[in-house]
């Protein structure tokens, strides 16, 4: 007999992430184990928002019990927006009613989480709602520093992917630019070149102020003056990994100036980075740079991102998901005072134990948006990344001789490369 009333839905919005399959499996198992009954819907609000009940599919323990090992997910997945009118919160709202749901799961990242905290506010504890933190951009502010679900087993297939590159760039002696996911924070991009340890990685996070805009030309004196320091040393190959996210605090006007640059947005209101081809305006960009040096210099892009999406999970994400999946049920149908006085919440797990963390905690007071976790170029573990990179550096200008090597090099003066990459190591000329 169900001692619950109403029935559980689970949907799935944004991008897809390793583990998805795996919170599914086990919110389902758990929630039947409890007597209640479970409705997937398809393609996360894509339908709520028209009010449509028909896409949806009765979920049972036989249907999701292995389905742990698989990638992507097999309630399919959307951006769909329901944040943009009160017309459209107030259809969601309804339709969930209609469908007898008194519990949500929602699985996604940061806009997902910020419309299920609306969603929540508008349903006025009619419908109780956790949201379980999926990502690859592990940018969402999880307590004790936990990853989202899905980054470990992204990091880990990109590293496969990237040392491969790293191997072919060494064979055929040239450089590789690998563009990896990742919309705000550069979590991604430094894991994936960390562990690999490519000769370079660049992320938005360390170009401070946060909120200044990036020019193509910082990014490309970067990776000019990575490629110049590393000839120096006698080598003529590499690998670079730029995150994507830094199209995002590109200048609009500098990209519209750029031959074949689309600006499109989202549902929610973002540039739509697939548009933009970070890899391809940075490898003109350099190609054109040596080019006026009478030198023919070839940077081979690559594009890292979908690729991790959908792949099947590590163990890690599946153990991890497992824990998600049930303690998102265990929040749900909690006896607790101290959960039942919260109609909805982001479910967490630290230190092995259950956190939900309630929506208000999450969202930014100046903006009512999500929390972003970035990366903090000030720790010990960002600080052993940028050791390991080859960079221009302060004493490669304060030492005479390899100034004159690395001057040599771009057939320049000395006077003239100090002047071009010496605002990058603090030097002011």
Known sequence: MNKYEGKLGILVGGGPAPGINGVISAATIEARTQGLEVTGIYDGFRWLVKGDVSHIIPLEIRNVSRIHFTGGSILRTSRENPTKSEKNLEMVVNTLKKLQIKYLIAIGGDDTAFAASQICKKANGEIRIAHVPKTIDNDLPLPGYMPTFGFETARHVGVSLVHNLMEDSRTTNRWYLVVAMGRKAGHLALG???????????????????????????????????????????????????????????????????????????????????????????????????????????????????????APPIPFDCEYVRDLGFSAVKFLLSDDPQWRAL?????????????????DELLDPNTGKMNVRLVDINTDSYAVA?????????????????????????????????????YLVGINT
């Open 386 to 422: 940028r050791e390991y990179m080859i960079r221009l550096e302060r004493e490669d200008f304060e030492y005479p001789d390899q100034l004159e090597r690395l001057a040599a090099i771009a057939k320049m003066t000395p006077e003239e490369f100090k002047k071009r990459f010496g």
């Open 343 to 359: 109609n909805g919440a982001m479910v967490c797990v630290e230190k092995g134990k259950m956190l939900p963390i309630p929506f």
């Open 192 to 310: 994936i070149g960390k562990s690999a340890g490519v000769t370079n990685i660049i992320i938005g996070e360390e170009f401070v102020p946060l909120e200044r805009k990036i020019t193509i030309k910082e990014v490309c004196d970067i990776l000019e003056g990575s490629i110049l320091r590393r000839r120096s040393m006698g080598i003529e190959h590499g690998v670079a990994v730029v995150a994507e996210g830094i199209a995002e605090r590109l200048d609009v006007e500098e990209l519209k100036d750029i031959e074949g640059v689309r600006i499109d947005y989202d549902d929610y209101g973002h540039i739509r980075l697939s548009e933009i081809d970070l890899g391809k305006i940075l490898k003109y960009e350099l190609e054109r740079r040596f080019a006026q040096r009478g030198e023919k210099f070839r940077v081979v892009e690559s594009n890292i991102g979908y690729e991790l999406r959908s």
